[in-house]
């Protein structure tokens, strides 16, 4: 069995960056959400209608993945919070 040990100083140094990354895509994702979610067509054809709906959909399906990312992000900040001076060990996996 192998194990990893961490020293809790580089975890919480590491933690803040996490904190600081998590805000700023947080606020590059919010700000991007009107411009990739409701995308206007180009002209009034059929061929620009799709292509502007198939953009939509795509930006609409990047903003429910970085919800789920962010809500992951959140949880993981939580769980590193409340364990901060624990010695933390991994247990590798076959």
């Given amino acids: ?3 990893v040990i961490a020293a809790p100083e580089a975890l919480d140094s ?15 994702t919010a700000a991007a959400a009107a411009q990739t ?12 209608a799709a292509i502007a709906a198939l953009f939509s959909a ?6 429910a993945a970085s919800a789920q990312a962010a809500a992951f992000h959140t949880r993981f900040i939580r769980a ?12 590798r996996v076959r």
Avoid: K
Wanted: aromatic share 4%.
């Fill in 1 to 3: 069995m192998s194990f």
């Fill in 14 to 28: 590491a933690a803040t960056d996490l904190v600081v990354l998590g805000s700023t895509l947080g606020a590059a």
């Fill in 37 to 48: 979610t409701g995308i206007v067509a180009a002209a009034h054809d059929e061929v620009s």
């Fill in 58 to 63: 795509h930006g609409q399906a990047y903003q």
């Fill in 80 to 91: 590193r919070s409340r364990h901060p001076q624990q010695e933390t060990t991994c247990r």
